[in-house]
């Protein structure tokens, strides 16, 4: 039995759209499909005017954890002339054998990239910042594709993936002139280019869920390599580690932990750096606040389903967060401890129908400025 579910959402926020949607929802998780369909209209600050839309489509078979399949198409642009386009596709089986697979190709023009210089103690400017001296035009054209698979030679432990990953990418930036730091500091990459890379990697995952983690552990370890060669026209590599963990304080009450690494090594472009200051950490900086050689992040969460509806069909939470790192640059001090940012930030959650689709929305604060973001899905 298929049951259609409406649901209007609006955020009246600086940077984040107003959305409606619409779900085709199966009776039992076990087999079927969900549609969504997201029409986006909005004005921020940042970008003025725009409007787009979302398409998602999860195919879910039975015996097959967390989906069978899960494709993505998002299309949005701006009065300001940001615009960006995304496909992507992800598959838990292939050939009849557990080969999980992702492919995603990405276009984005962004006339509004952010660039305040590289390292921890980068200056920043409010007016200037209102005023856009920190902007650069960056146009992108991405594709990657990667393919998991279990390793028999870690058979006695619950869920250890091996990793293959393969990415080929063009860039194109632009400076604004005048005093701008793009046009004064000249980054490695300022002319952008193409890299194409392969990478390696390994996951071990005994979360009890992909999408709302109650309990359990994710770690992941892994490599990128760009080689000064063929077309490329940089050559570098990137090394990260990230442990996730999720612990049940009291009744419904999780405190979810993140531990993040990167190091990156070579020529490498300014725009394929260790970044910090974003959805993904340092929640509450501006964009892409601090580029770095390296960076360590830790983040922490406390969440929370404070009401339910319907038998738990409808589920409203919260959540405050802590983060804190840093990242280091010639300039900067070698010394680990020195020199960490900190943001705190609240935020809300809501699940609709089915736990594999989670609204979220929070607001970070930093000794600079504050940031509103809104997506799907909980920030780790």
């Not at 959650?349 to 604060?365: K, P, Y």
């Amino acid at each position: 039995m298929i049951r259609l579910v409406v649901l209007a959402v609006v955020f009246v926020i600086i940077g984040v759209p107003g959305s409606v949607y619409a779900q085709v929802l199966p009776e039992e998780k076990s087999e079927g499909t969900m549609q969504s369909v997201y029409p986006i209209v909005g004005f921020s600050s940042d970008i003025g005017w725009f409007g787009g839309g979302i398409y998602q489509r999860i195919n879910y078979d039975d015996g097959v954890d967390p989906f069978l399949s899960n494709t993505i198409a998002d299309l949005t642009g701006s009065t300001n002339g940001k615009w960006s386009a995304m496909f992507e596709y992800e598959r838990i089986r292939m050939l009849n054998r557990p080969l999980r697979t992702k492919s995603s190709i990405e276009i984005d023009r962004d006339p509004i990239y952010n660039f305040f210089g590289i390292g921890n103690n980068s200056e920043f400017s409010g007016s200037g910042f209102d005023e856009g001296i920190y902007y650069l035009m960056q146009k992108q054209v991405a594709g990657t594709f990667e393919i998991r698979s279990p390793l028999s030679i870690f058979s006695n432990v619950n869920r250890v993936d091996g990793i293959v990953r393969l990415a080929l990418s063009y860039t194109e930036n632009e400076d604004n002139g005048g005093d701008t730091p793009f046009f004064t500091d000249q980054p490695m990459g300022s002319d952008g280019g193409i890299i194409a890379s392969a990478g390696l990697g390994l996951v071990y995952d005994r979360r009890n869920s992909e999408f709302d983690p109650r309990s359990g552990i994710r770690a992941e370890i892994g490599a990128d390599f760009t080689p000064s060669a063929a077309i490329n026209d940089y050559g570098f590599s990137k090394y990260y580690a990230e442990l996730k963990s999720y612990t049940k304080l009291i009744e419904d009450v999780i405190f979810a932990q993140k531990l993040s690494a990167t190091y990156s090594y070579g020529s490498t472009p300014f725009y394929e750096l260790p970044a910090l200051g974003n959805k993904n950490g340092l929640r509450g900086f501006a964009m892409n606040r601090y580029l770095g050689d390296h960076s360590v992040l830790y983040m922490a969460e406390v969440r929370s389903w404070i009401f339910r509806f319907f038998h738990d069909e409808i589920k409203i939470g919260g959540h405050a967060f802590y983060d804190t790192g840093r990242v280091f640059s010639d300039t900067d001090t070698p010394r680990f401890l020195e020199s960490w940012k900190r943001t705190i930030g609240v935020g809300g959650a809501m699940s609709a129908f089915t736990s594999d689709l989670i609204f979220r929305g929070e607001i970070g604060f930093s000794e600079e400025t504050y940031r509103i973001y809104a997506g799907v899905g909980f920030a780790f």
